[in-house]
C-alpha cells in the first residue's frame, strides 16, 4: 500500500499481518480524496477503526491540520504509529487512542471534541437481505455520540461491502456514493438543508 496523493505521494504504508484489518484499497482511497479535494486542508480528522491509518495518512499529506486515531489493537496501534513517523509528519498533530471506537466517542464528547472530517472504515459485517444490519458500519449511523462530536458542515465517510445494505436515517443524508469492487464508501452530512442538488454516485474502475 502507497500515500496515493498529496506531500508524500507513493510514500509505502506497512499493514499489519493477517485478516483482522482491511485496508481501504488504493483506488477507493484515491477516489475519495479526489472528491473530498480542499476539503481536508487544515482539516480536525477523527478516524475511527484506523488500523495501519491510511486514511489519516492521506489526510495529512494533503494538509490537514491534525488527525486523532481510534485503534483498539495494541499491535495495530504501534504500526500506524510507525507509518506516521516514515512519513515525517508532526507526532504533536497525531493523537492515537488505543482502545474501543465508542467509548471513544464517549470520551471525545465529554471533553467537547469536534471535527471538520470523521473517516471510518470498519471491519465488514455479513450479508444482509431483508433484514436491517448489525455491523460496526450501521452501529456508528446509529451512534447519536458520533454525531455530536462532528462540527456543523463536517463529513462523515463510512465504508461497508455491496453485499450490505446500510439504513441511512435522518439527520444523516447521504451526499455521495463511492463504489469500487466489493468496497463502498459513502459521503454523509447532517443537516438536509446543507444537502445540495448535485447529489452523485461515482463507480471507480476495478
Known sequence: ????????????????????????????????????????????????FAGSGALSLECMSRGAA???????????????????????????????????????????????????????DPPYGEKNIKVRSHSFAQQLLDDRTLMEVLKPGGLFLLGHPCRETLDVQLPWVEIKVLRHGDNVMKFLKLDRSEVTSEESVLAVES
Not at 81 to 95: P, Q, V
Open 1 to 48: 500500500m502507497r500515500v496515493t496523493g498529496g506531500t508524500v505521494k507513493g510514500r509505502i504504508i506497512k499493514v499489519p499481518k493477517g485478516f483482522a484489518v482491511r485496508p481501504t484499497p488504493d483506488m477507493m482511497r484515491q477516489a475519495m480524496f479526489n472528491s473530498l479535494g480542499d476539503f481536508v486542508y487544515d482539516a480536525h480528522v477523527l478516524e475511527l
Open 66 to 120: 491534525s488527525s486523532t486515531c481510534v485503534e483498539k489493537a495494541r499491535y495495530h496501534a504501534d504500526i500506524l504509529r510507525s507509518n506516521w513517523e516514515s512519513c515525517g509528519f508532526d507526532r504533536h498533530a497525531l493523537t492515537l487512542r488505543v482502545q474501543d471506537a465508542y467509548a471513544a466517542l464517549e470520551q471525545l464528547r465529554a471533553q467537547g471534541q469536534k471535527y471538520d472530517l470523521i473517516l471510518a
